[in-house]
């Protein structure tokens, strides 16, 4: 069942009022809707960004006879194995999805949503809420993606109005059922979407906190008892909402890649973890991404809908999970294609090129991007990337075509543009500006070196920059600038590289071109971090 996002002009004071005026309204409310004793199961995953085959240590390629957790098929068998445990121990199971399932392997790049549809259909996904990259590749992307998948799309904070190939396609909540218990679902996706992803100029997203808050209190009025929310916007944002929107009992989150467990390593918290809220607890679950770990958020609810007690546990999805062999056979179905480009050979690799740090912290992986960016466009003095583009790591040992286009799978291209010196300053600002907080804009470099200071002040950070040969930059001077088309236009936050540019070419050759052709020419690399993007 879909509902239409409810008219986002209604503010929190309008609410307020409303909640106020909700005595002499009480006559139209219905009785919540959940039997006495009720049980449920929160079966939810998050950021699983594609990696239909696993992935191996730092985030690369999975690769015959090395450790490798995760893939579409061991997932569908600890959904499986946790759906019929759920039943047998009387509790319904649900299904659910925090959202970015796009991006970050090959099958996105090539099919682009439709064999993570066809992964998600055979696994029984129930609700999704939309992530930030689940707009990488434009409306129209989503919109095909939406028409394969049977279960509703759900982000309250997002205005669809304006966009008529959304606007039918997106929900603020829905009511699923599951062995005859009916809960509420509500969205919120991150706003940095608009900046940090492609949804073009039609979407807007508004403040996800209000947007929640309207939906938990419509849901209510409807007399749904149980509310679940669905959130991409990262476990801080999460804790905050728990806290302060009223009517929620559970969120399943995502966006921030961490994991909340119990007796795991890594775990940044236990499982649920629970936040006095108001009136309520609420009961918090996420694990971490790329689906090496399942959550079941065990609930059990009472007359009125809410939680009296809970349970459950987070697996992880190792070699030990048997396979589901009618899921491996749908990624077998969409592999087929992909073999003979991912499996052409570059060079060796004398170490492993992880990509957990590159949002807050110089990597080799971001060094070795921003100098093939740079080596491919003659006369170019200085390269930025963003750490948030670079979305697998690269192993050890031999590095294919493949194993690049999980690196960079958006299908960006090369942009050359002059910008001055206090121009590119202002850029490397803007990528600084996040910390200490992981942020896709953080920025990778070739061709000059930067100090910064973490504790000072946004947009006050840098310190001293200086080019490869030791010059500084001068404030006034024109340099050639190498970027990605998605920077270039303001992504990001790099509003500097769109609105400063003395000059823009914004078609070069695709990124995953551009390094693979750099390491196919020098055959052999290693790891370095030099300090060029230093502290201090």
Do not use: W
Request: charged residues 20%; neutral net charge; proline residues 6%.
């Amino acid at each position: 069942m879909r509902h239409e996002p409810v008219n986002p002009a209604l503010s929190r004071r309008n609410l307020l009022r409303a909640a106020v005026a909700l005595p002499l309204a009480a006559p139209a409310l219905r009785r919540a809707q959940a039997a006495d004793g009720a049980r449920i199961a929160l079966i939810h995953m998050n950021d699983f960004h594609s990696k239909h085959e696993g992935v191996a240590e730092g985030g690369s390629v999975c690769r015959p006879g090395r450790a490798c957790a995760g893939g579409s098929a061991r997932l569908a068998g600890a959904i499986r194995e946790a759906r019929a445990a759920a039943i047998a121990e009387g509790r319904a199971p649900f299904l659910l999805d925090a959202g970015d399932q796009f991006m970050g392997s090959l099958y996105y790049t090539l099919h682009r949503g439709l064999a993570e549809a066809a992964v998600q259909r055979a696994v029984g996904t129930m609700a999704m809420a939309l992530g930030n990259h689940e707009f990488d590749n434009g409306p129209e992307t989503l919109a095909r993606y939406a028409a394969a998948v049977p279960f509703p799309l759900l982000s309250a904070n997002l205005d669809t109005r304006a966009e008529p190939l959304l606007r039918d396609r997106v929900s603020a909540f829905s009511v699923i059922e599951s062995q005859g218990v009916r809960i509420g679902v509500v969205g919120v996706t991150t706003p940095d979407t608009a900046t940090s992803s492609s949804p073009g100029p039609n979407l807007r997203f508004t403040d996800p906190m209000e947007a929640a808050e309207r939906a938990a209190f419509t849901l209510r009025r409807q007399g749904v008892g149980t509310v679940v929310l669905l959130s991409h916007l990262g476990l801080p944002a999460d804790r905050r909402l728990a806290a302060e929107v009223e009517g929620v009992d559970a969120i399943i989150g995502g966006h921030s890649h961490l994991l909340l467990a119990n007796g795991l390593a890594g775990a940044v918290g236990p499982h649920p973890l629970v936040v006095q809220g108001k009136g309520r607890d609420v009961r918090i679950g996420q694990v971490a991404c790329h689906g090496r770990y399942l959550g079941r958020m065990d609930l059990d609810l009472g007359a009125d809908g809410r939680v009296a007690a809970h349970g459950g546990a987070v697996r992880e999805i190792g070699p030990d999970v048997a396979e589901d062999p009618a899921v491996a056979a749908v990624v077998a179905e969409y592999a087929a294609p992909l073999g003979e480009i991912r499996h052409r050979q570059l060079a060796m690799a004398e170490g492993s090129f992880p990509n957990e740090a590159c949002r807050q912290a110089e990597c080799a992986l971001g060094s070795l991007v921003a100098e093939a960016a740079l080596a491919r466009i003659p006369g170019a003095e200085i390269a930025v990337v963003n750490g948030g583009g670079l979305r697998a790591g690269l192993p050890e040992g031999v590095l294919t075509y493949g194993d690049v286009l999980a690196v960079l799978p958006f299908g960006n291209t090369l942009a050359t543009l002059t910008l001055r010196g206090g121009a590119v300053r202002a850029a490397l600002e803007n990528g600084l500006s996040r910390l200490p907080a992981l942020a896709g804009r953080f920025p990778h470099v070739a061709g000059l070196r930067l100090r910064f200071d973490p504790a000072a002040p946004a947009g006050q950070r840098v310190r001293e920059v200086v080019l490869a040969d030791g010059r500084p930059l001068e404030a006034d001077r024109a340099y050639r600038v190498v970027t990605n088309d998605f920077m270039r236009g303001g992504g990001d936050g790099y509003a500097v590289f769109r609105d400063d540019a003395l000059e823009a070419y914004d078609d070069g050759p695709p990124l995953e071109e551009v390094v693979a052709d750099y390491l196919a020419a020098r055959g052999r690399v290693a790891p370095v971090v030099d300090g060029r993007v230093g502290r201090g």
